[in-house]
């Protein structure tokens, strides 16, 4: 499973950023069928609902199924947009098809302002403070600190970041789902997945006074027809006075070495680091942003610390969205 699980990722990563497509586009299908979870409870489900912005187009949506209710929502804090449905204690049959079409473009910044203009950094407030993993304190604020000793902008600030993050962070492929980023514990054994790498990246940045946020979504695949139900990516993007939102992903730079076999010192790792600072492929797309969520309608369990899966909950008991098979659902990708 180990073999075939690396194979998969060695195909997504496989051609050098070079090489790779300036658009990607398809038809996403998320199919869910909770008939067979518990009868007699009222069940309800939570799914990412995927819109449109600068650097993708939705069309085509269309949501079909058996639900007594359904609607399109945000949540509070980061507007995330969320497809709810619901279903009566007494229904037999508890499924739901969502389906649209995403136009994904590249996004490369190239043109980084290395001149600083004035900046309120109270207008992102959000993006400087903790959250529940994400501390900004202690050990946290100190590594930073070393990290970024003698920088004086954030330009240079959060490359001292991105670059430590390369070289002292590693993708460990056993790690569930895209990792909790737990940053406290990162720091003691620094391996995980998307979740993990960024969430360090976004605590260590906050700490030396770079606005940072993570950006939820989902793989699209190279090939025609893709299963992409486990196929979750998170990344970053920080505020650059000048610029604007600048996406980086050192976690895409430490899969890439771990399916290639990459050292440090080689080629194609730094071509791959050149790359993932300002740039993302667009062999993915946004479906959330947000820690610690609290979804609307509001569930019944404990904020979500991310919300890229869909969530359920049968009689107020939470389904394990880790289980696609056992929950069940399936996110599907079929190139247009």
């Not at 994400?134 to 590594?143: A, R, S, T």
């Not at 050149?274 to 942003?289: C, E």
Request: with cysteine; net charge positive; glycine share 8%.
């Amino acid at each position: 499973m180990k073999r075939l699980l690396l194979t998969m990722l060695a195909f997504s990563l496989c051609l050098t950023p070079a090489a790779w497509a300036k658009s990607r586009s398809g038809q996403v299908s998320v199919e869910v069928d909770l008939s067979k979870q518990e009868a007699g409870k009222e069940t309800r489900l939570w799914i990412p609902y995927a819109v449109s912005d600068a650097n993708q187009k939705v069309t085509d949506v269309k949501v079909s199924g058996d639900f007594a209710t359904s609607a399109v929502y945000t949540d509070q804090a980061n507007g995330t947009p969320i497809l709810y449905a619901q279903w009566d204690k007494d229904a037999k049959s508890r499924k739901l098809v969502y389906s649209f079409t995403v136009q994904r473009e590249e996004q490369r910044i190239k043109d980084l302002a290395a001149k600083e203009p004035a900046w309120n950094k109270a207008d992102y407030a959000e993006y400087l403070k903790p959250t529940s993993l994400g501390p900004v304190d202690g050990e946290v604020k100190k590594l930073a600190e070393g990290i970024v000793k003698g920088k004086t902008t954030v330009l240079e600030k959060a490359k001292a970041i991105y670059d430590w993050a390369c070289e002292n962070m590693y993708r460990d492929p056993a790690t569930v789902g895209c990792g909790k980023g737990d940053v406290c514990e990162l720091l003691k054994k620094p391996g995980g997945k998307c979740t993990d790498i960024s969430s360090v990246y976004i605590a260590l940045a906050r700490a030396a006074g770079v606005p940072a946020r993570e950006v939820f979504g989902l793989r699209l695949g190279k090939k025609a027809e893709e299963d992409i139900t486990t196929w979750q990516h998170c990344w970053v993007e920080f505020f650059l006075p000048g610029t604007g939102w600048v996406p980086v992903d050192p976690a895409d730079v430490r899969k890439a070495m771990l399916v290639e076999k990459l050292e440090l010192k080689d080629a194609k790792t730094r071509e791959y680091r050149d790359y993932f600072w300002g740039g993302i492929d667009p062999y993915r797309f946004k479906i959330a942003s947000g820690r610690d969520v609290v979804l609307n309608p509001q569930q019944a369990g404990a904020p979500l610390n991310t919300f890229g899966y869909p969530y359920a909950e049968v009689g107020g008991k939470v389904l394990d969205w880790y289980d696609p098979k056992g929950f069940s659902y399936r996110i599907t990708f079929k190139e247009k």
